[in-house]
């Protein structure tokens, strides 16, 4: 399973974003896509997942209100739509991709065995 992360860039406060990731395969081995992201200084950190059986996303407190995650069937892709953006959330976000298990906790980075390159998001004040 390959990922390509897209769609970051520079945008002011308050504005918005929408990230993309392409996934090379839809497969029944693939149970979630996740989103994190590094932010300087920081420990890469969990932003958003969503599970490919319908079941709704799941999002950090940081992003809930704020960013709205989707599949786009018809392009084999998840997207992200970031709004309310601020300069907190500055950063390279990666996109993830987590096989069935008996258990996969979704917010876990360790839960994610496939991962795209990142795409950098800058949110200036």
């Known amino acids: 399973v390959q990922l390509q992360a897209s769609g970051g860039g520079l945008v002011a406060a308050g504005g918005s974003l929408r990230l993309s990731c392409a996934v090379s395969?839809?497969?029944?081995?693939?149970?979630?896509v996740g989103w994190f992201r590094k932010i300087p200084g920081k420990e890469r950190e969990f932003v958003a997942a969503?599970?490919?059986?319908?079941?709704?996303?799941t999002y950090s407190d940081s992003v809930r209100g704020r960013f709205t995650l989707a599949t786009d069937d018809a392009k084999n892709a998840v997207t992200l739509e970031m709004n309310g953006l601020q300069p907190d959330d500055t950063g390279v976000y990666y996109c993830a991709a987590a096989r069935t298990a008996k258990v996969v906790v979704v917010t876990s980075e360790y839960a994610y065995q496939y991962w795209g390159q990142g795409t950098e998001v800058t949110v200036s004040s």
């Open positions: 395969e839809r497969t029944n081995n693939v149970y979630a």
């Open positions: 969503i599970r490919l059986t319908g079941a709704a996303p």
